[in-house]
């Protein structure tokens, strides 16, 4: 069983099928990517998972436990983090204060930003957040302005945000999108690192293959809602339903 299991999962909108008895096991310590063409419903597989959309029917079980009908902040204190597309940072704040959020979040249960004023008594928590900023690599800029870094560095900063609170499963939607290819590597390389050095399992969206084929050791395809294929990337490569899926017509 793996510390990810969806099993049935099916969510209309009106006459349009999003999902279609989705299945999709995701096992602990794997980086696990989902791909499909636009309309294959990644982003509302996603958002199931993140608590925003509850499916019409199925299950979703985090760690033995459903998430299903959480709200997002619960699903987030199960140890479930998210990795937006556009980077969700606090964009006035420095790089060391957008870090300590978090860490007061995960002790008190709410984000309170007036707590700011009191992190020269909290020298755990402090220690805490520059040793996940030296993490990313990002320690040297910690007295930066959060928008004043390049689109990068502000991914680097989100990933610091979510790897705080110590998640077991971090949801990455297309986290690479909108970057150089420089960019694109110096992530795919972040990631890595990140992966190497915790307990974490990772589940990617993501459109970009150079990065799909650089991180996931499974490749779940989804097409119309529903799954086609899941196997390793060696075998997902050149897969007559993948390229139908992708490019409309079957390969022979």
């Known amino acids: 069983m793996g510390i990810l299991e969806i099993k049935g999962v099916n969510k209309r909108f009106g006459g349009l099928q999003a999902l279609g008895d989705v299945n999709l096991s995701i096992a602990e ?107 990313v690599d990002m320690l040297e800029k910690r007295h930066m302005i959060a928008s004043s870094l390049s689109r990068g560095d502000k991914r680097r900063l989100e990933m610091a945000m979510c790897l705080v609170q110590k998640p077991r499963l971090l949801l990455l939607d297309e986290p690479t999108a909108g970057m150089a290819r420089a960019d694109t590597n110096n992530t795919i390389d972040l990631l890595k690192e990140i992966k190497a050095k ?34 390793t990337p060696e075998n997902i490569k050149g897969h007559p339903k993948v390229r139908e899926a992708y490019l409309g017509e079957a390969q022979v």
């Open 29 to 135: 310590n794997t980086v696990h990517a989902i791909i499909g063409p636009n309309g294959a419903g990644k982003s509302t597989l996603l958002n199931v998972l993140v608590g925003k959309l509850i499916p019409d029917s199925g299950s979703v079980m985090f760690d033995g436990q459903s998430i299903l009908g959480r709200q997002p902040y619960e699903i987030n204190q199960m140890g479930i983090s998210r990795v937006f597309q556009t980077p969700e940072i606090f964009a006035d704040l420095t790089v060391f204060e957008n870090v300590m959020i978090p860490c007061f979040a995960k002790r008190d249960g709410a984000f309170r930003l007036h707590a700011l004023g009191s992190v020269g008594h909290e020298t755990d928590i402090h220690e805490t957040a520059e040793a996940i900023l030296e993490d």
């Open 198 to 231: 915790r307990d974490i399992t990772m589940a990617i969206i993501e459109h970009d293959m150079h990065v799909v084929f650089s991180l996931a050791e499974r490749i779940t395809v989804l097409a119309q809602g529903t799954p086609l294929v899941e196997d």
